[in-house]
């Protein structure tokens, strides 16, 4: 087979993978408003634009088919890279490998400038936790709401689904289930975050659908 033919096959399957509608529990995903499978080999990046997200904090790349995010330490802060939008409720699916990552998180902010928190799925080694946030900066608010202790191998890809209807957020990686309910999660959501704590964490196929709850 030819090359050109096998890149050709080989973006068609990766765009098919990302574009697929998940299966979801509490939410029906319905437009789709991105899919990134980060396979754009990109240098690393500080505050630029990578693969059409936003490094925003600490140091990004993409290579070996994945987007690499280090924290920084003059930065004093975990790495983030950010995706623009506004939706009402969302379903955010991904891949991720912890590496040597302390934890990663998939964060959304609201649309109140300049987007303040609203809530965060945590990812360490050893558990899955989700919280409501508010403010930005040095007004953040954080709580975490409900936690599941289980291994994450950090070594292993795995897969994440994140829906988010009315005040019902609903975390599952792999096979584990996280659940929570509040008010905050009603709010417009205007920014999903990912985000590194330490160095080595990894990110592929990520997609963010709007939602409607399910009847």
Known sequence: MKPTIVLLFLSLALSAFAQTSP?????????LIVSTPFNEPAPPTRKGTINGWQAGIGEWSVKDGALHGDELAENNHPSSCTYRFEAADIVITAQFRLGTATQIAFACRDTVPPNNHLGRTFISKDAIWVTRMSGISKTTKSEKLAELKTPIDPEAWHTITIEICGDHYRAKVDDHVVEAQHERYKDAKGIVALVNKGQ????????????????
């Open 23 to 31: 299966q979801t529990s509490i939410c029906t995903p319905d437009t």
């Open 200 to 215: 080595g964490a990894q990110f592929k196929n990520v997609s963010i659908w709007h939602a409607k709850p399910k009847k």
